[in-house]
């Protein structure tokens, strides 16, 4: 038999007649008998279950770690929680201590100092206003104890508004200076 192109990529099917092939042609089992019988389909086979058991044994390997995996992405977002919950309080505790300090803010603190100043003059004013209110004309008189009252509270008054005063005064001069720690 002459050496064709069949008999030259598969040489396993050379001592096959022209009769044996066309009847593997004609009957799918005895294809399949043949085929199978190829050392090529037979490495191929094999390969594969082997590729297999490999990728069984892997599988086997991943479900055994399946369990911890699922631990460790519990405990991984529980402290990720655990995390963003800090984190938020965090924010918190920054706002609530920029409020806290604000108030030991040296523009605060002289922005409280004035109000108070003004409000000290008020208050020396208002009682200079109710003591001229209350001596209605100058020959009824007033008792001698009630004007030395008025004095003594009238001047305690004033002096701690000067007092603020020459406080925001140098303040605003550049006088008052402060370390911040």
């Known amino acids: 038999m002459a050496a ?4 030259n990529e598969f040489p396993e099917l050379a001592h096959l ?3 044996d ?13 043949i085929f199978h019988s190829l050392p090529q389909v037979k490495e191929l086979y094999q390969a594969q279950a082997e ?6 044994a892997i599988a086997r390997a991943n479900l ?11 405990e991984t977002k529980e402290a990720f929680d ?17 409020e806290v300090y604000q108030r030991f803010n040296p523009q605060f603190l002289l922005l409280r100092l004035r109000h108070a100043t003004t409000a000290q003059d008020d208050a020396s004013e208002a009682l200079a206003s109710s003591f001229v209110q209350s001596s209605p004309s100058p020959s ?3 008792d001698a104890s009630d004007v030395d009252e008025f004095i003594r509270e009238f001047r305690e008054l004033r002096k701690v508004y000067h007092k603020r005063l020459m406080w925001g005064d140098r303040w ?3 006088q008052v200076s402060w370390e911040d720690d």
């Open 4 to 7: 064709t192109p069949l008999m």
């Open 82 to 98: 655990n995390a963003k919950s800090m984190e938020s309080r965090w924010k918190d505790l920054e706002r609530e201590q920029r």
């Open 172 to 174: 605003a001069s550049g």
């Open 17 to 19: 007649t022209r009769e």
């Open 21 to 33: 092939l066309e009847d593997i042609l004609d009957d799918p089992a005895y294809f399949q008998s």
């Open 51 to 56: 590729l297999g058991m490999a990728n069984e």
């Open 64 to 74: 055994s770690l399946q369990d911890r995996l699922y631990e460790l992405r519990t």
């Open 140 to 142: 009824s008189g007033n």
